[in-house]
């Protein structure tokens, strides 16, 4: 059921069995768990089985139905796949992915209809319109605060972020809005690497799941110092509202990823995070 460990399964059948095992790929293809496609997709590439053609594309629809620029890993995955097993009369279901939502799938669906029909076409994304924020009230905000109270089967305990509605503005506002949504209250924190960081908040326990529009870089001059929280991104522009508390001063991340705050209180509760911890709540201090 834990969608992390099909994802192991799978990437082990790939290299035991190849294709020999072709049909858990597809039936994986199924899964709403974004890292179980990616690593179906990865596992299919080259297949000759009949079924794994259309499997990619439906599961390639029923992604994009969701409008989730978040969904961009394992979309991306199934079209990087394939190449290698479509031929030219398979053109036409990926156009209407040329004005897709997300920039970077019509581009490279643009570059895969070409290389097949030998035609040079061009993408026209459309992309998800941008919802208005109070973001200058918000700048003019000072000491707006984050608690964040952990579950007791996690150890319980209790740590406050302040965040930095100057530096960070907009990241603070979508944050914000998702306490205030109870987003991540039950999330769990899936990565802890000693002295570099503690990583979680996202929907699924993996680097994949976070919230569905991603996140602008808002890049300053904080520094990522011990105690600073950060945005999780997997490139430019993909913050997904995921957090990292900086164990240790990692200036080497710094001007690459958001500082949205400190912690001020409570960081040996937040220190001590161990992999699997869930939030109990989040709740807001002191914003407009």
Do not use: C
Not at 99 to 118: M, N
Request: no cysteine; net charge neutral; proline share 4%.
């Amino acid at each position: 059921q834990d969608h992390n460990v099909r994802e192991a399964a799978i990437a082990g059948l790939a290299k035991v069995l190849k294709h020999d095992a072709d049909s858990s790929y597809v039936a994986a293809l199924a899964s709403s768990g974004y890292q179980v496609v990616l690593a179906a997709a990865a596992a299919l590439t080259g297949s000759r089985d009949p079924r794994a053609m259309p499997a990619m594309l439906d599961a390639l629809d029923r992604l994009t139905v969701s409008r989730s620029e978040n969904s961009r890993d394992p979309r991306m995955g199934i079209l990087k796949a394939l190449p290698a097993m479509a031929t030219a009369a398979d053109a036409d279901r990926l156009r209407p992915y040329l004005a897709d939502f997300d920039t970077t799938v019509a581009v490279t669906a643009a570059i895969i209809i070409t290389k097949w029909t030998g035609t040079p076409t061009v993408a026209h994304a459309v992309p998800l319109l941008i919802a208005p924020q109070p973001l200058a009230r918000l700048f003019l905000a000072r000491n707006v605060r984050l608690r964040v109270t952990m579950d007791k089967l996690s150890g319980g305990g209790v740590f406050t972020v302040r965040l930095f509605t100057d530096d960070a503005t907009a990241t603070a506002a979508r944050i914000i809005n998702l306490v205030r949504a109870h987003y991540y209250d039950g999330h769990a924190f899936q990565r802890v690497e000693p002295n570099f960081v503690v990583q979680g908040g996202g929907g699924d326990a993996s680097e994949y799941v976070g919230d569905a529009l991603f996140m602008r870089d808002e890049l300053s001059r904080q520094s990522h110092l011990r105690g600073t929280i950060g945005i999780s991104t997997r490139g430019r522009d993909t913050g997904d509202a995921q957090w990292f508390i900086n164990l240790t001063d990692n200036t080497r991340l710094d001007h690459e990823y958001t500082v949205m705050g400190e912690v001020i209180s409570g960081q040996r509760v937040a220190e001590g995070i161990l992999e699997g911890d869930r939030i109990l709540r989040v709740e807001v201090i002191g914003a407009p």
